[in-house]
């Protein structure tokens, strides 16, 4: 809402909203009017949102238009002797105009014959600094063409007592920094006096002493580098700067001094795929090459204070020469299909790069020290020369992690098979129990060997860890989950359909030996590997990996679980000898029980035997054998629960079925015959005293094994079912 509208007061009723005769609208509010930025649309639309709709607004406003037209009128009429009276006292107006006309036209006519004055002096003196600047130009063209010419004749005088060959090398290498300098003088007055006929004719003249310069710089600068003489060499690189030719210095040096050596070094032989095409002793001797044969050019051209920082013979002529012996003699160094070779061959050429860089590697992460290269800056820009990254594409590191891959990953996969232990796994690792555990500790490791690992491509072989960890917890989890379920089981989980509780143990102990060996010595070394990335970077590895290792230690509730299960379904054999207690308590000549079914004793014969055997012994914790012992003993006895408890239910449905029976007969045969087999027992009762001489049975083994029955949530269900009256609340076995 605008300040305008918001600053109305409150009407106090509907008529109030527009106005009457008496009175202006509150509405009206004539301040808005006189700003500059008065805009009518909002200021109605202010006025419709917070007072009346539009059609209504439309007609007050016309009707407020009307009474202020007849306002007007009336005012006009009322005052009308005072506007008649203002236009008489108006006299000789026009004749006071037309003398106030006279001087002001004069006026007007001296200001333009003044300004025409000003702007015929203005054309002129701009003609005048045209000529005056074109008078310049001509002349700075005259002048650079004469000194272009005393130039190239200079330049032909100096070339041609070059030539005489009477000077020392120091002396010709001097005259031909001199030359160069003279070179770049005659390209700028050249460039200054262009499209003339007295240039292009000077510009052959000039031409033909560059091609003779180009000649005799070429052959001091060679000698002085056969001969090693530091201030030829120092002249000559100056004269490559001065004359703006400084690929042409690298590429001599390349060709005269690096080319040979590559030679010698790196055979010309065809490549049979041997040791041969390793390059760690070819990497050595160019090294030695450098320090005994380029250090002084190096140095020269390193240092700050020559100004020849210009110039790259790192990259662009011993580089350049060593991709280009390698690529036309053992281009099989570059192939990433013998991954060992591969590997060795691409850390010896990154050891190499930053011996060029004057620096010292770990890991292909470089750290400059004083060297060739005086400056951190002068690292990166070697770094971004064109044949250093075509140096380092020749490596597909992608390709080579592919491989890996494929080696590591696919190794895992073919072994996980379920294959009982055998005295080669035993061997091969002394703590793990099954081959499957065996491969996936050596995968692992794999991942971070120093003849496997890639420090560019470390995230990768991050990923494929995690994989690997990932794909041995699906393989476990997979397979039990299968068992469970009865679905259909994936290649790789045909194992658990034989498993034994015990074959479950192994996996249990391996894992807890994986979970162990992950989280103690394989993230210490890949943490010592990795110490030179920051501590962000080392945090998220951590917690990946301690991540991955939480997925896997997941698993074993659900292995336990299973164990407990084939345990239990063992047992539940023996509890189909219940079927017979109820037949034989149903018979009425049968007295009430007084022993235990022969049953009881073989419900936890497998649970004993398992936790007694060598393999739970040797390879479980007494933690891990507590809780598959409560565990077990708790299912099998809900189990137990479920089946006596059905069958005794059962049993009283049947016995009251009967009951009701007899009872009939009994009517329709007299009361003679109602008091026979009173007192005796029901069959139902002897059924509760035999399951309850089952029970304390089963209680007195559930205390041999170290548990008190009562702890036991089933077993006080089952107790309270089939126990009598007057020991029901407590538990005595």
């Given at each position: 809402?605008?300040?305008?509208?918001?600053?109305?007061?409150?009407?106090?009723?509907?008529?109030?909203?527009?106005?009457?005769?008496?009175?202006?609208?509150?509405?009206?509010?004539?301040?808005?009017?006189?700003?500059?930025?008065?805009?009518?649309?909002?200021f109605i639309s202010d006025l419709l949102r917070t007072f009346v709709p539009f059609d209504t607004l439309r007609s007050e406003l016309r009707s407020h238009v009307t009474s202020l037209n007849s306002e007007l009128l009336d005012r006009i009429n009322r005052d009308y002797a005072d506007f008649v009276d203002l236009s008489t006292k108006l006299v000789d107006i026009d004749a006071t105009a037309t003398r106030m006309r006279a001087p002001l036209l004069e006026l007007r006519d001296e200001i333009n014959t003044f300004r025409g004055s000003v702007e015929a002096a203005r054309v002129a003196r701009a003609s005048g600094l045209?000529?005056?600047?074109?008078?310049?130009?001509?002349?700075?063209?005259?002048?650079?063409?004469?000194?272009?010419?005393?130039?190239?004749?200079?330049?032909?005088?100096?070339?041609?007592?070059?030539?005489?060959?009477?000077?020392?090398?120091?002396?010709?290498?001097?005259?031909?920094?001199?030359?160069?300098?003279?070179?770049?003088?005659?390209?700028?007055?050249?460039?200054?006096?262009?499209?003339?006929?007295?240039?292009?004719?000077?510009?052959?003249?000039?031409?033909?002493?560059?091609?003779?310069?180009?000649?005799?710089?070429?052959?001091?600068?060679?000698?002085?580098?056969?001969?090693?003489?530091?201030?030829?060499?120092?002249?000559?690189?100056?004269?490559?700067?001065?004359?703006?030719?400084?690929?042409?210095?690298?590429?001599?040096?390349?060709?005269?001094?690096?080319?040979?050596?590559?030679?010698?070094?790196?055979?010309?032989?065809?490549?049979?795929?041997?040791?041969?095409?390793?390059?760690?002793?070819?990497?050595?001797?160019?090294?030695?090459?450098?320090?005994?044969?380029?250090?002084?050019?190096?140095?020269?051209?390193?240092?700050?204070?020559?100004?020849?920082?210009?110039?790259?013979?790192?990259?662009?002529?011993?580089?350049?020469?060593?991709?280009?012996?390698?690529q036309k003699v053992k281009p099989g160094v570059f192939s990433p299909g013998r991954p060992t070779e591969f590997l060795k061959n691409y850390k010896a050429s990154l050891d190499f790069l930053a011996h060029l860089e004057g620096g010292f590697s770990h890991n292909t992460i470089y750290f400059f020290c004083e060297g060739y290269y005086p400056s951190r800056s002068a690292v990166t820009k070697f770094r971004a020369e064109a044949i250093c990254i075509e140096f380092m594409k020749q490596w597909n590191v992608g390709v080579y992690f592919s491989l890996r891959f494929q080696e590591i990953a696919g190794g895992l996969d073919?072994?996980?098979?379920?294959?009982?232990?055998?005295?080669?796994?035993?061997?091969?690792?002394?703590?793990?129990?099954?081959?499957?555990?065996?491969?996936?500790?050596?995968?692992?490791?794999?991942?971070?060997?120093?003849?496997?690992?890639?420090?560019?491509?470390?995230?990768?072989?991050?990923?494929?860890?995690?994989?690997?960890?990932?794909?041995?917890?699906?393989?476990?989890?997979?397979?039990?989950?299968?068992?469970?379920?009865?679905?259909?089981?994936?290649?790789?989980?045909?194992?658990?359909?034989?498993?034994?509780?015990?074959?479950?143990?192994?996996?249990?102990?391996?894992?807890?030996?994986?979970?162990?060996?992950?989280?103690?010595?394989?993230?210490?070394?890949?943490?010592?590997?990795?110490?030179?990335?920051?501590?962000?970077?080392?945090?998220?590895?951590?917690?990946?990996?301690?991540?991955?290792?939480?997925?896997?230690?997941?698993?074993?509730?659900?292995?336990?679980?299973?164990?407990?299960?084939?345990?239990?379904?063992?047992?539940?054999?023996?509890?189909?000898?219940?079927?017979?207690?109820?037949?034989?308590?149903?018979?009425?000549?049968?007295?009430?029980?007084?022993?235990?079914?022969?049953?009881?004793?073989?419900?936890?014969?497998?649970?004993?035997?398992?936790?007694?055997?060598?393999?739970?012994?040797?390879?479980?914790?007494?933690?891990?054998?507590?809780?598959?012992?409560?565990?077990?003993?708790?299912?099998?006895?809900?189990?137990?629960?479920?089946?006596?408890?059905?069958?005794?239910?059962?049993?009283?449905?049947?016995?009251?079925?009967?009951?009701?029976?007899?009872?009939?007969?009994?009517?329709?045969?007299?009361?003679?015959?109602?008091?026979?087999?009173?007192?005796?027992?029901?069959?139902?009762?002897?059924?509760?005293?035999?399951?309850?001489?089952?029970?304390?049975?089963?209680?007195?083994?559930?205390?041999?094994?170290?548990?008190?029955?009562?702890?036991?949530?089933?077993?006080?269900?089952?107790?309270?079912?089939?126990?009598?009256?007057?020991?029901?609340?407590?538990?005595?076995?």
């Open positions: 809402m605008s300040d305008s509208v918001a600053s109305l007061p409150s009407p106090r009723s509907a008529a109030d909203v527009f106005w009457d005769d008496s009175r202006p609208p509150l509405w009206f509010n004539p301040s808005p009017f006189l700003s500059p930025v008065f805009d009518s649309e909002s045209n000529e005056r600047y074109d008078a310049a130009v001509a002349r700075e063209v005259l002048e650079s063409s004469l000194e272009a010419f005393r130039v190239v004749s200079k330049v032909e005088k100096l070339i041609q007592e070059q030539q005489d060959g009477a000077s020392t090398r120091e002396t010709q290498s001097m005259v031909l920094e001199r030359i160069a300098s003279e070179l770049s003088r005659i390209k700028f007055y050249m460039d200054h006096a262009q499209n003339l006929p007295f240039i292009e004719n000077l510009e052959k003249r000039t031409q033909s002493a560059s091609v003779l310069f180009d000649a005799s710089l070429r052959h001091c600068f060679v000698v002085g580098l056969n001969k090693r003489d530091s201030i030829v060499i120092y002249n000559c690189l100056r004269a490559y700067a001065a004359s703006d030719n400084i690929k042409n210095a690298e590429e001599i040096f390349r060709a005269t001094i690096v080319a040979p050596f590559m030679r010698k070094v790196i055979a010309h032989e065809a490549y049979d795929g041997t040791s041969g095409d390793e390059l760690e002793n070819d990497y050595r001797q160019i090294k030695l090459f450098i320090a005994k044969d380029c250090e002084m050019l190096l140095e020269i051209s390193s240092n700050d204070k020559s100004g020849l920082h210009v110039f790259n013979f790192l990259a662009n002529s011993i580089l350049k020469e060593v991709l280009s012996a390698i073919s072994s996980l098979v379920f294959i009982q232990d055998s005295d080669s796994d035993k061997q091969s690792s002394p703590t793990l129990m099954l081959r499957q555990s065996v491969t996936l500790l050596e995968s692992l490791r794999s991942c971070w060997k120093e003849d496997v690992l890639v420090f560019s491509a470390a995230d990768k072989f991050l990923r494929l860890a995690l994989q690997l960890l990932s794909r041995y917890c699906n393989w476990v989890s997979s397979a039990v989950n299968a068992r469970k379920s009865n679905a259909s089981l994936t290649p790789g989980c045909e194992w658990v359909v034989s498993a034994t509780a015990e074959d479950f143990v192994y996996v249990i102990h391996d894992v807890n030996c994986i979970v162990s060996e992950v989280r103690g010595d394989y993230l210490g070394h890949i943490s010592h590997y990795l110490s030179s990335c920051p501590s962000e970077v080392l945090d998220v590895v951590r917690k990946s990996i301690l991540q991955g290792v939480e997925s896997l230690q997941n698993v074993l509730p659900l292995v336990k679980k299973t164990i407990i299960e084939v345990i239990v379904d063992k047992s539940v054999e023996e509890l189909s000898q219940l079927k017979g207690i109820a037949a034989t308590c149903m018979m009425s000549n049968k007295p009430l029980p007084i022993r235990h079914s022969p049953y009881v004793v073989g419900l936890l014969r497998p649970l004993k035997a398992f936790l007694e055997g060598d393999k739970a012994r040797h390879y479980l914790t007494h933690e891990t054998r507590e809780e598959l012992l409560l565990g077990t003993l708790t299912e099998m006895t809900r189990r137990y629960y479920e089946l006596a408890a059905g069958r005794l239910s059962d049993a009283r449905k049947t016995e009251t079925y009967l009951q009701k029976t007899r009872k009939n007969a009994q009517k329709r045969a007299g009361a003679a015959a109602s008091g026979v087999a009173d007192h005796n027992e029901s069959g139902t009762e002897k059924m509760c005293m035999q399951l309850f001489l089952d029970l304390q049975e089963y209680g007195r083994n559930i205390c041999a094994l170290g548990l008190n029955p009562a702890d036991i949530e089933p077993y006080c269900s089952l107790w309270k079912c089939v126990a009598p009256p007057d020991r029901q609340n407590k538990i005595s076995v």
